[in-house]
Every structure is written in C-alpha cells, then in structure tokens.
T-cell receptor, first 112, second 114 residues
Framework: QKEVEQDPGPLSVPEGAIVSLNCTYS??????FMWYRQYSRKGPELLMY????GNKEDGRFTAQVDKSSKYISLFIRDSQPSDSATYLCAMNYGGATNKLIFGTGTLLAVQP | SQTIHQWPATLVQPVGSPLSLECTVEGTSNPNLYWYRQAAGRGLQLLFYSVGIGQISSEVPQNLSASRPQDRQFILSSKKLLLSDSGFYLCAWRLAGALGETQYFGPGTRLLVL
C-alpha cells in the first residue's frame, strides 16, 4: 500500500466550477500537509501549507485536513483556465531532514 | 528573497555518457537541499538530500550520485547514463532547523537518454 494515494485524474471542469482534489494517507505520524501546483514542464510551486486538522483559506483556495480519517482536500472556488495544472499533495513527519512524501498528482483542466 | 536555479533546462544524452546537473540557491545560508526525479505519470521520487557541505544521504540505490561542494550548490552526477535515467530532475531547498517547514522547488532539468 502506498503511503499517499491520489486520484491521477484527469479532471475536467467548466470555468467557474468548484474543484475538489483529495489525498488519503496511511501513516498517522504525518503532521504537515502541503499542496503544490505544477504547470507543464515546470517545477512544483507551493500553494497551501497546513499543520493539524482543520481548514485553511487563501483566496480561492481552501485546504482541509482530517487527521482522524487520514484525508486531505484542496478546494478551488471559481476555477479559472489558469488553474489548469497538476496538483500534488505532499506530507511529512517533520524533523531535521524534512523528507516529503508526495502523491502522484491530479491533472486538472478548466475549460473556458 | 530566495531563488533556486537549475541548469541545464533540457539535456539529451546518449546511453553510457556522463551526467552533471547543477543546482544553486541564492538568498539563504545552510539550506537543506534535495534532488528528486519525476517520471511521467508518477510522483516525485526523492533521490538525495543534504543537510550541509559534504553531507549526502541517498534514498534509492541507483546509477546516480550527488555532491555538495559549497553551501548553496548541489550537483547530481552519473558516470554512465542508462535509458532508465530519463526523467524530470528537480532540486529543492528548505530552511534548515525549521520543523515542518516546506520545500521550494527549482525549475527542473528535463533529461532524455537515448
């Protein structure tokens, strides 16, 4: 069983839709959770960073962590064509070396 | 502000040839540095990480090696490339000692081994 599972998609939505992206994980020791956005042929860029269960909002983006269910989500409101990218979840235990465990990424296409 | 550079951006190499990819970070001192490989349709695989000059930890046995000759320089090398070494190579950094602090990625090098 992979430590982090993520639906690869592709996910296609019309412009303005609410998008829900999800990851599940198996190790309850994970404490820090991140979402990265990766455009084609570019390096991943940090989108959201959360610690512990709960919600965190930044503009059109909301990250949600449910540690009891080992489930994290990223919601995108009023999706735009510029949101079309691969979204990677990542998590780690913390500690000196801070090794991240990544999901395989979900490819999102927002149609104008 | 901090900036991370990688070069070259794209590389096409024959099987059996050597490899050297370079990563440098500006605007910070003593960062933790990481090399990842991303194969098509797969997640990021951590290859090496370094917490200081000359300190390299390998995550996966393979045909590659890494070195950190200077505080903000991280090099990925191979003596003889294999077809399976093709992929998108990403360098990342984080602030050392900041628990849970996230990693920031460079623009990547796309390597095609023929």
């Amino acid at each position: 069983q992979k430590e982090v599972e993520q639906d690869p998609g592709p996910l296609s939505v019309p412009e303005g839709a609410i998008v829900s992206l999800n990851c599940t994980y198996s190790n309850s020791a994970f404490q820090y959770f991140m979402w990265y956005r990766q455009y084609s042929r570019k390096g991943p860029e940090l989108l959201m960073y959360t610690y512990s269960s709960g919600n965190k909002e930044d503009g059109r983006f909301t990250a949600q962590v449910d540690k009891s269910s080992k489930y994290i989500s990223l919601f995108i409101r009023d999706s735009q064509p510029s949101d079309s990218a691969t979204y990677l979840c990542a998590m780690n235990y913390g500690g000196a070396t801070n090794k991240l465990i990544f999901g395989t990424g979900t490819l999102l296409a927002v149609q104008p | 502000s901090q900036t991370i550079h990688q070069w070259p951006a794209t590389l096409v190499q024959p099987v059996g040839s050597p490899l050297s990819l370079e990563c440098t970070v500006e605007g910070t001192s003593n960062p933790n540095l990481y090399w990842y490989r991303q194969a098509a349709g797969r997640g990021l695989q951590l290859l090496f990480y370094s917490v200081g000059i000359g300190q390299i930890s390998s995550e996966v046995p393979q045909n590659l090696s890494a070195s950190r000759p200077q505080d903000r320089q991280f090099i990925l090398s191979s003596k003889k490339l294999l077809l399976s070494d093709s992929g998108f190579y990403l360098c990342a950094w984080r602030l050392a000692g900041a628990l849970g602090e996230t990693q920031y990625f460079g623009p990547g090098t796309r390597l095609l081994v023929l």
